[in-house]
């Protein structure tokens, strides 16, 4: 079963909570910090269904959008920002026209990298395509969040027009975090049809992506707690990591 197939159809209305107005703040404020002016070009990485990419569209910057899941990305760009650049590709096999001033990734989209061999694949492809001044800046939920808020546990939400029930299994031998889906979404009958999707996550340690990235060529690296942009504590559960 491939992931964010059935779920692009209901992914926007169970993601209404999620930050994404922080998260711009946070990444409008670390292009502040890095001279990434108004009008330059960035890269989204998993950008899913647009969320952020427009966003960062209203901001002022110019967008080239990266996503593996056709649906998420016709839903994106169902969109009057017509002017955004859509790309149906793997992040670890991008081919990208030009340059980019700055990378953003947002959501755990890395933590979907389940191989450390691929993850280093992918930093490399970012710095061919970054320009030399340029800022790397991407999220992962980390092993804490993993270990002790994911689990084995079990989370549900019902809704008028759909529900979930997401039943998590977290290995620490392998640090992979597998979770099944199962999705019930009104149809034009009323009823509800059934859908199940399996994805799979890995914890890394924050070690880890700081060395791949400096095995990729970069430097100047930050590892921040999302919530406070400040040095990750015992429970931060997700972490920014900024390079250049």
Known sequence: MESYTSFAQVYDEFMDQTPYDQWLCNILGTFKKYGIEEGSHVLELGCGTGKMTRRLRESGYRLTAVDNAIEMLEIAKNTHLDDILYILQDMTQLNLPEKADAVVSICDCMNYILESEDMLEIFLKVRKYLNVAGVFMFDMNSRYKYEKILAQNTFAEDREEASFIWDNFYDPGDRINEYQLSLFIKNKMGTYDKFEEI??????????????????????????????????????????????
């Open 199 to 244: 994805h799979y996550q890995k914890a890394y340690e924050a070690d880890e992506i700081y060395d791949l990235l400096k095995e990729a060529g970069f430097e100047e690296i930050q590892v921040l707690d999302t919530e406070t942009m400040e040095k990750p504590k015992k429970d931060t559960e997700r972490l920014y990591f900024i390079a250049r």
